[in-house]
């Protein structure tokens, strides 16, 4: 039980750490830091609370204030004293050192754990389940209870106080098969399995997300077939430091975009208004071609308006574009932690890659790729052992060689002192001139001379300088990476790791249908951003024609009023000029007609749309965030606190076994 209750607790303190290092606070700096281990029964009911707090002393001081309303209050570590009173206040002689003490508390949890059990599709207990077989079910439900009315875009909702849920069980592989889970994932060293569940229970409903909009965990289920089940002992960490950790005002830029936006719908307005304007004016010229006058000046007005209102259209460009862009990283950011909080390790999404990695997640390759690191990172930690093997082999080896070559060099040293050559030697033996005895006496002589130390000298000499050279060092190089991958698809292959990534596909087939609606999403926002920048480039390329369309018509303008001071009305009527003219005036109110319900159109399929979505959806959720944002920084403590002290609070519960 108590290496069970290490390895879960190491488990579930390491997911804690990016949001305690989040949380550091200055040295200087007062804080109370809690610890509350709720001990419950098998099925979540809770027996006992005790709370451990840290008083930490940031200044030195040789008193700190403190609240509490934890009983049976003991000091757990250094020398310190307190006195309390009745209200709950406590003033604590520290001595300048910081404060450690314990206590019990009867105070209601902010998130209540449930435990059930089903055998074979039946509820049951879980005395029921205890060395039971058959088709096991084990559901942990969390219920948020720090909930607060908050008025959010005028309309009255409930925020939760966010947290986050870590679930953390050992299954003996012994006892249990066929594991699946939901919204958790496995770990399995081929002895036993870990399961590691997440939830985030209330938060969907503070941000107004249905399970069609975003799978947000609220519960962790896993079912197997066991058989002779021991229920296990469990833990859970419930801890709000990590939406504590998150800044807020990162979310400032979405009134950004509100407020280009804004700027966008009064261009739009300008820009009809104008384009109307340019249509009434072409219309007058054309129906009243003696008026020409006046109806090139309201042409003339109506360019002017048109070359206004883009320009203000143009200048909105840059805000616009800004936006939109952060707008979609902030998506795939919060996309990134959502699924980091599901237990996957993804690489940070961007704008180039969140469609290939969440293709891969759909498709399974993720799977492979991610099993295959995990092996090799597991095989890689003993490389240094086949390295070691590899190295002794070819010492061995290359110590037969040298060992070969200086025996051929005292067997020539023997031979030449019988005045006799390695060939002539070798020849005699051929033509038996040489006995068998006298054979022996020569291999005698090399052998006594091999013990030597001068030989034994030489071998060894030779032997270190063999390993050291880098025709040896590039072999043993090779044949450690060679074994290594051997090792690598051998483990690839075996039933631990087929079991591993078989769990881990259901997982991914399980949550397909929300990471599909989740890139969906994500491609329509980067879809939008792209033609986004079209339409802008438009805007701008529009904008520098209807600067020289304005400075056109004032030139006509100036052209048709000299022509009435020098001519009659009637004889410019008649001219064949005019009649061209006035041809061309119609196809400009032909255009300028298409222009305006072309312009109508765009306000009204496009720019009201993405108005009302800013300021509608959008709006409302980061307002909802920034509400759950803000409730979570108002729970610091559990047992309470002194206003002038910050704090975090993370709650442990640890559930009993049934024999326990």
């Known amino acids: 039980m108590k290496r069970t209750l290490s390895i879960l607790l190491c488990i ?82 520290t001595d300048g050192e910081d ?38 079910t084990i559901r942990f439900d969390y219920e948020n209870r720090l909930c607060e009315a908050r008025e959010i875009n005028g309309a009255q909702r409930e925020i939760y106080a966010p947290f986050l849920a870590l679930t953390a069980l050992v299954l003996e592989n012994e006892n249990v098969h066929n594991i699946e889970t939901t919204h958790a994932r496995l770990i399995d060293d081929g002895t036993h399995t870990v399961v590691l569940g997440a939830a985030l229970p209330g938060l969907g409903e503070s941000l107004n997300l249905s399970g069609e909009d975003l799978d947000i965990p609220e519960f962790v289920e896993i079912s197997a077939d066991v058989k ?36 966008l719908t009064d261009a739009m307005a300008q820009l009809i208004d104008g384009s109307g304007q340019l249509c009434d004016g072409l219309s007058a010229l054309s129906e009243k071609s003696v008026a020409l006058v006046d109806g090139v000046t309201q042409i003339a007005d109506g360019t002017i308006a048109l070359s206004d209102g883009l320009t203000t259209l143009c200048d909105s460009n840059e805000t616009l574009n800004g936006a939109a862009s952060q707008i979609f990283e902030g998506l795939l950011s919060m996309a990134g932690d959502q699924l980091a909080a599901a237990g996957l390790t993804l690489p940070e999404l961007t704008a180039d890659n969140y469609s290939a990695i969440l293709g891969s997640l759909l498709d399974g390759s993720y799977v492979e790729s991610a099993v295959r690191a995990q092996v090799e990172a597991a095989v890689r930690a003993q490389e240094g052992d086949v390295r070691a093997a590899v190295t002794e082999a070819v010492r061995q080896n290359v110590e037969a060689q040298v060992r070969e070559a200086v025996a051929m060099e005292v067997r020539s040293q023997v031979l030449a002192a019988m005045n006799l050559t390695p060939e002539d030697y070798q020849a005699g033996i051929e033509a ?40 040896v060092s590039a072999a043993i190089d090779e044949q450690t990476e060679t074994q290594t991958q051997a090792l690598i698809e051998q483990n ?26 989740l890139l969906t999403q994500l491609k329509g926002v980067d879809e939008f951003r792209t033609g986004l920048g079209t339409y802008t480039e438009g805007v701008a390329s529009a904008q520098s024609g209807a600067a020289q369309l304005d400075a056109g018509m004032q030139l006509l303008l100036n052209g048709a009023e000299d022509a009435a001071s020098e001519e009659t009305v009637g004889e410019t009527v008649n001219s064949e000029g005019l009649d061209a003219l006035m041809d061309g005036v119609n196809q400009l109110r032909d255009g300028a007609l298409a222009l305006r319900d072309g312009l109508s159109e765009l306000n009204d399929a496009g720019i009201q749309k993405l108005a ?47 024999n326990e």
């Open 12 to 93: 579930l303190l390491a997911f804690t750490a990016a949001g305690s290092a989040a949380l550091a606070e200055d040295a200087a700096t007062n804080s109370k830091n809690e610890t509350v281990y709720v001990l419950c029964d098998s099925d979540g009911n809770v027996n006992q609370t005790l709370v451990s707090c840290q008083l930490r002393n940031g200044a030195g001081a040789d008193e700190l204030a403190d609240v509490s309303s934890l009983d049976e209050i003991e000091v757990v570590k250094g020398d310190a004293t307190f006195s309390k009173s009745e209200d709950g206040t406590i003033l604590w002689q």
């Open 228 to 263: 002779n089940f021991e229920v296990p002992m469990t833990l859970t960490l419930v801890s709000n430091e990590w939406f504590n950790a998150v800044d807020a005002s990162e979310f400032d830029r979405a009134d950004e975009l509100k407020n280009s936006v804004g700027e």
């Open 492 to 517: 690839m292959s075996s039933k631990a790791v087929e079991t591993q990534r078989e769990a881990a596909l259901a997982q991914l087939s399980a949550s397909a249908e929300s990471i599909q609606d």
């Open 432 to 471: 038996g001139i040489f006995t068998a005895e006298q054979q022996e006496q020569v291999e005698a002589a090399v052998e006594t001379q091999m013990n030597g130390e001068d030989a034994q000298a030489a071998i060894a000499a030779q032997l270190d300088a063999q390993m050291e050279s880098s025709e």
């Open 99 to 136: 404060v450690y003490y314990q206590g019990t508390s009867a105070n209601e949890l902010p998130v209540a754990l449930s435990v059930r059990y089903k055998l074979d599709g039946k509820t049951v207990t879980a005395g029921d389940v205890n060395g039971a077989t058959g088709r096991l």
């Open 612 to 658: 009302d979505a800013v300021n509608g959806d959008l709006t409302n959720l980061i307002e909802s965030v920034r509400a759950l944002l803000d409730a979570s920084g108002k729970y610091v403590s559990f047992s309470g606190a002194d206003g002038g002290m910050n704090g975090t609070v993370r709650f442990i519960y640890r559930t009993d076994t049934v």
